[in-house]
């Protein structure tokens, strides 16, 4: 009996979403250590951690609002209009710890509006978030008038380019930002919260959940992420633009549903979206050691998209 019952917990254990995409990464590793000879090196994988570090941060709190049956497409262009508010910030003099508060802060808020608008306005999440897209790209590029901003390196910007030994301090910032996601979606009242709004909205008004409140401090709190890579790019590039995180609104959202987030709501794993995030930052990787045209990268990361959300529909059909 009580081999059966090992057998069925390891059964499950491999048909977890989470679990198939690690292995799938393993083997795309393997591959990649094959089919290029400088994958594998120290100074590779150092860039693919943090690549993989942008993607993860963000993608936590792309799983929270997901988990509630919501969306979010701003978080690339928030990306870069936190750095250009750091940028400017430091033009004027700021102080690293002020230049903090600020970046964060420019973050927090253009969630906490998406939020506000999807909720008390009633704008469905996809029209409310592409609007401040657009929003978050125009502002960065009035305050930088268009031009890149430099930054002289301070401690801030050792999150993004500092190291602790040899450790990127940017990977290690990402480690305990997923941890703390872990443990908030899985182990406190605002985690079950989510899950209950993303299963069945309309129950979890009657139980007495706070919906409104709940959705917009998801909201918050990835805008408050996206200030976080932000800073990342700062110290990583030495400089601010309103370019930076263009178009990473679809990987974020592919690394979510890549780890087990399901799009319909109510389901997922913020560790998995550590492992999501893993495969879209060594497929970037692999896209330029393999020498892929841009053209091709385009329809590469679109198919990935498209057969991540079909593999999730399939498996809610199964169940």
């Known amino acids: 009996m009580s081999n059966e019952i090992n057998r069925r917990k390891l059964r499950n254990a491999f048909t977890r979403p989470e679990v198939t995409m ?18 594998a090196t120290s100074k590779n994988l150092l860039n693919v951690f943090r690549q993989i570090s942008v ?24 990306i870069g209009w936190t750095a250009c508010v750091g940028g400017v910030c430091a033009q004027a003099g700021w102080g690293p710890g002020a230049m903090l508060i600020a970046i964060l802060a ?6 906490f509006i998406n939020g506000v608008m999807i909720t008390k306005v009633g704008l469905p999440p996809f029209i409310a978030t592409m609007g401040m897209l657009s929003i978050a790209n125009g502002c960065a590029l009035i305050i930088t008038k268009g031009f890149p901003i430099h930054y002289e390196g301070t401690w801030l910007s050792q999150i993004g380019g500092g190291y602790l030994g ?7 910032i990402t480690v305990v930002i997923v941890a703390i996601g872990y443990i908030l979606s899985k182990y406190t009242v605002f985690g079950r919260n989510l899950y209950a709004i993303g299963n069945n909205e309309r129950a979890a008004v009657l139980s007495g959940i706070q919906v409104k409140t709940v959705k917009v401090a998801a909201y918050t709190i990835t805008g408050v992420l996206a200030g976080v890579c932000g800073i990342v790019q700062i110290g990583l590039l030495s400089g601010a633009d309103a370019s930076y995180g263009k178009g ?3 990987d974020i959202i592919a690394a979510a549903v890549i780890g087990g987030v399901s799009m319909s709501g109510g389901e997922g794993n913020i560790l998995g979206v550590l492992v999501g995030a893993a495969i879209m930052g060594v497929l970037r990787n692999a896209f330029v050691l393999l020498g892929v045209s841009g053209y091709a990268q385009i329809v590469t990361l679109g198919v990935v998209i498209i057969a991540a959300v079909s593999i999730d529909c399939l498996r809610r059909r199964e169940k």
């Open 106 to 111: 420019s973050g927090a808020l253009p969630g």
């Open 55 to 78: 993607y993860a941060i963000l993608a936590v709190g792309q799983a929270m609002i997901i988990i509630t049956g919501g969306i979010d497409l701003s978080v690339g262009s928030l």
């Open 22 to 39: 690690l292995l799938v990464l393993l083997a795309f590793c393997v591959f990649l250590s094959f089919a290029s000879p400088y994958f």
């Open 248 to 250: 990473a609104e679809l």
């Open 166 to 172: 040899i450790v990127p301090i940017s990977v290690l």
